[in-house]
């Protein structure tokens, strides 16, 4: 049974052999707590080499398990797995991961030194008698923003046929506006997010006399280079990349319910807006820009694993691929064949083999 100590509210009345007691019993009960702490830090020692072991046999389980899997792949003529790259979110996340280490400098940007655009002298007010030791650089990165205004003086010749010629304006020239201002539109509004009235206010902030209509002019007016590039990007992943990845989710368009589809790989990644997230859509997206339907082997396979009926596979049965440039030639082929183009059950299977047709024919996909 444990002791009953005298109260310590009122030590100042105790007797000589009541402080005895109380301070024996604290002693004792302080070597008891002291054993206690021992025992518990001998059994979190314990149960952190316990857990250090689980560790290593889940990552030694996990790496097994991971080779299993290659292998049943291996064995079953499967695509190897991606090869995805560890995020480093949980390393962030670490504690102490952000302290910094002692006795290291603050880390900057340092390589840029070498393009230096302007060198500004400040004088030291030294006393008399002092002597000069030369400079102590400071470097500062900074942004000019400034509005310019480019008068181009063509020249004007009066051949002696009677005929006028005016030298040219330099490439990218053609409109009111500048090379660099459009680029600057595009990154603020593409990449920045900005919307076109905060565009406009931005740039007369600055000094640039443009109005909302010509921003938007300058976003939506001659994008066939941007169109072209997107499709040369989108066709070359689909050409080489060893994996594609898929992805879509509901968008906003012209006041419109749509679904944008996003196709990337490892070094590649597109998007496509339209109205439809059907099968039939995104295979016309998989064909990276062809216009064109192709009846093959590869046509003809799917239509078999899509369960057309075997007249209808019969009809457009060949001996060699038929390229057609167009929908409006290939729906003249198939009613050339007997095929109801206005039954919309059939026609769909038959123009989802052909758009894969057309995709294997152009080589896409072909990993």
């Given at each position: 049974?444990?002791?009953?100590?005298?109260?310590?509210?009122?030590?100042e009345?105790?007797?000589?052999?009541?402080?005895?007691?109380?301070v024996?019993?604290?002693?004792?009960?302080?070597?008891?707590?002291?054993?206690?702490?021992?025992?518990?830090?001998?059994?979190?020692?314990?149960?952190?080499?316990?857990?250090?072991?689980?560790?290593?046999?889940?990552?030694?389980?996990?790496?097994e398990?991971?080779?299993?899997?290659?292998?049943?792949?291996?064995?079953?003529?499967?695509?190897?797995?991606?090869?995805?790259?560890?995020?480093?979110?949980?390393?962030?996340?670490?504690?102490?991961?952000?302290?910094?280490?002692?006795?290291?400098?603050?880390?900057g940007?340092?390589?840029?030194?070498?393009?230096?655009?302007?060198?500004?002298?400040?004088?030291?007010?030294?006393?008399?008698?002092s002597?000069?030791?030369?400079?102590?650089?400071?470097?500062?990165?900074?942004?000019?923003?400034?509005?310019?205004?480019?008068?181009?003086?063509?020249?004007?010749?009066?051949?002696?046929?009677?005929?006028?010629?005016?030298?040219?304006?330099?490439?990218?020239?053609?409109?009111?506006?500048?090379?660099?201002?459009?680029?600057?539109?595009?990154?603020?509004?593409?990449?920045?997010?900005?919307?076109?009235?905060?565009?406009?206010a931005?740039?007369?902030?600055?000094?640039?006399?443009?109005?909302?209509?010509?921003?938007?002019r300058?976003?939506?007016?001659?994008?066939?280079?941007?169109?072209?590039e997107?499709?040369?990007?989108?066709?070359?992943?689909?050409?080489?990349?060893?994996?594609?990845?898929?992805?879509?989710?509901?968008?906003?368009?012209?006041?419109?319910?749509?679904?944008t589809?996003q196709?990337?790989?490892?070094?590649?990644?597109?998007?496509?807006?339209?109205?439809?997230?059907?099968?039939?859509?995104?295979?016309s997206?998989?064909?990276?820009?062809?216009?064109?339907?192709?009846l093959?082997?590869?046509?003809?396979?799917?239509?078999?694993?899509?369960?057309?009926?075997?007249?209808?596979?019969?009809?457009?049965?060949?001996?060699?691929?038929?390229?057609?440039?167009?929908?409006?030639?290939?729906?003249?082929?198939?009613?050339?064949?007997?095929?109801?183009?206005?039954?919309?059950?059939?026609?769909?299977?038959?123009?989802e083999?052909?758009?894969?047709?057309?995709?294997?024919?152009?080589?896409?996909?072909?990993?």
């Amino acid at each position: 049974m444990k002791k009953r100590l005298p109260s310590v509210e009122h030590i100042e009345t105790l007797s000589l052999l009541a402080m005895r007691r109380l301070v024996g019993g604290l002693v004792e009960e302080l070597q008891a707590l002291k054993a206690e702490v021992a025992t518990l830090r001998s059994e979190n020692e314990a149960l952190r080499e316990d857990n250090a072991q689980l560790r290593l046999d889940n990552a030694r389980l996990k790496a097994e398990n991971q080779q299993l899997r290659d292998e049943i792949a291996r064995l079953k003529n499967l695509p190897p797995r991606p090869p995805f790259r560890p995020s480093g979110m949980e390393k962030a996340t670490e504690p102490g991961n952000g302290d910094r280490a002692a006795g290291k400098s603050p880390r900057g940007p340092k390589r840029d030194t070498n393009r230096i655009t302007r060198t500004v002298t400040l004088r030291a007010d030294a006393p008399e008698g002092s002597r000069f030791k030369g400079y102590k650089s400071f470097f500062v990165r900074d942004l000019v923003l400034a509005a310019e205004l480019v008068n181009y003086r063509r020249e004007r010749w009066l051949t002696p046929e009677g005929k006028v010629i005016i030298a040219p304006l330099p490439e990218g020239v053609s409109s009111g506006f500048g090379r660099n201002l459009r680029r600057a539109c595009l990154a603020l509004h593409a990449q920045g997010q900005v919307t076109t009235p905060r565009l406009t206010a931005i740039l007369n902030s600055i000094g640039v006399e443009i109005s909302k209509r010509q921003v938007v002019r300058l976003l939506t007016t001659d994008l066939e280079q941007f169109v072209e590039e997107d499709s040369a990007v989108l066709h070359a992943g689909l050409v080489s990349a060893p994996f594609i990845t898929v992805d879509d989710t509901g968008a906003r368009h012209n006041r419109r319910n749509a679904f944008t589809t996003q196709i990337g790989g490892e070094r590649f990644s597109t998007f496509r807006t339209s109205l439809s997230k059907s099968r039939l859509n995104f295979l016309s997206v998989l064909r990276a820009g062809h216009q064109g339907y192709v009846l093959n082997d590869e046509a003809m396979n799917w239509l078999k694993a899509q369960g057309v009926e075997h007249a209808i596979t019969t009809k457009l049965q060949i001996n060699r691929p038929a390229i057609f440039a167009d929908q409006a030639a290939f729906l003249e082929h198939l009613v050339s064949k007997g095929i109801d183009i206005l039954d919309r059950q059939l026609l769909r299977p038959v123009a989802e083999a052909a758009i894969w047709g057309a995709i294997r024919h152009h080589g896409l996909l072909g990993r």
